[in-house]
């Protein structure tokens, strides 16, 4: 992220029309991509194997999207996702692409499109205020959100690289924490639709202080 534009890969989308009107989809139940994020997938279906065949000799873009809360298949789908582009890829040698996504910025599904293609692909409105999302930074409360993140690593024994947490920006730090938490997809949605950073920020911090709350008690006493 540079500001007033988003970097990915060898790739700057500064405006609409670095974007592209349609996009294929991959469904997946619990996983999160936000902008600057980067988001590890093991590919083996024959259906989005070709996707991935599809986006590297194209624009090297997915859209990553949840199946509709509730649903157990791909035919209803959330209507908030998030644009990837293939920024590492690599073939295994038993059929599966191991593939890194970087997130570019999220979008809303609009109608999907008849294809011949194994895969779905819709019209997309893409939220272009996410190319420019490091004007935010400022607004979010970084020490509450440190604050709930040790808490939490604290209260399940886990550490973590601080010298890297305090080194990243304040986008960096909310997208990365929320994609690495271990929520379910109803809260990974919310994370998602939040409508700027501080927002998805303090959703983060509740979030995490409901869980708290919900397996330790009163999380005022886990907080401090």
Same mark, same amino acid.
């Given at each position: 992220m540079r500001d007033g534009f988003m970097q990915v890969?060898?790739?700057?989308?500064?405006?609409?029309?670095?974007?592209?009107? !349609?996009?294929?989809? *991959?469904?997946?139940?619990g996983a999160l991509l936000l902008p600057a994020g980067q988001l590890p997938?093991?590919?083996?279906?024959?259906?989005?194997? !070709?996707?991935?065949?599809?986006?590297?000799?194209?624009?090297?873009?997915?859209?990553?999207?949840?199946?509709?809360?509730?649903?157990h298949e791909d035919k209803n789908l959330a209507a908030v996702g998030c644009l990837g582009r293939i920024t590492s890829f690599a073939e295994t040698g038993d059929g599966r692409y191991i593939v890194s996504l970087t997130g570019v910025c999220r979008f809303r599904l609009l109608e999907e499109k008849a294809t011949s293609d194994p895969f779905r692909i819709f019209r997309i409105a893409p939220f272009i205020a996410d190319l420019s999302a490091a004007n935010e930074e400022e607004a979010v409360d970084r020490a509450a959100l440190l604050t709930a993140f040790k808490a939490y690593l604290d209260a399940n024994k886990l550490e973590a690289d601080w010298?890297?947490?305090?080194?990243?920006?304040?986008?960096?730090?909310?997208?990365?924490? +929320?994609?690495?938490?271990? *929520?379910?997809?109803?809260?990974?949605? +919310?994370?998602?639709? +939040?409508?700027?950073?501080?927002?998805?920020?303090?959703?983060?911090? +509740?979030?995490?202080?409901?869980?708290?709350?919900?397996? *330790?008690?009163?999380?005022?006493?886990?907080?401090?």
């Amino acid at each position: 992220m540079r500001d007033g534009f988003m970097q990915v890969g060898n790739a700057r989308y500064l405006k609409p029309g670095d974007l592209p009107d !349609a996009i294929a989809v *991959f469904p997946l139940t619990g996983a999160l991509l936000l902008p600057a994020g980067q988001l590890p997938l093991n590919i083996f279906e024959p259906r989005y194997l !070709a996707m991935l065949d599809a986006a590297l000799t194209g624009n090297r873009l997915i859209g990553m999207v949840q199946p509709a809360l509730g649903e157990h298949e791909d035919k209803n789908l959330a209507a908030v996702g998030c644009l990837g582009r293939i920024t590492s890829f690599a073939e295994t040698g038993d059929g599966r692409y191991i593939v890194s996504l970087t997130g570019v910025c999220r979008f809303r599904l609009l109608e999907e499109k008849a294809t011949s293609d194994p895969f779905r692909i819709f019209r997309i409105a893409p939220f272009i205020a996410d190319l420019s999302a490091a004007n935010e930074e400022e607004a979010v409360d970084r020490a509450a959100l440190l604050t709930a993140f040790k808490a939490y690593l604290d209260a399940n024994k886990l550490e973590a690289d601080w010298e890297s947490v305090e080194r990243a920006s304040n986008l960096t730090l909310v997208n990365s924490l +929320a994609m690495m938490s271990p *929520f379910g997809p109803a809260e990974k949605q +919310a994370l998602l639709e +939040a409508p700027d950073l501080k927002t998805r920020a303090e959703t983060l911090i +509740a979030i995490t202080e409901i869980v708290l709350a919900r397996v *330790f008690g009163d999380s005022d006493t886990v907080l401090q």
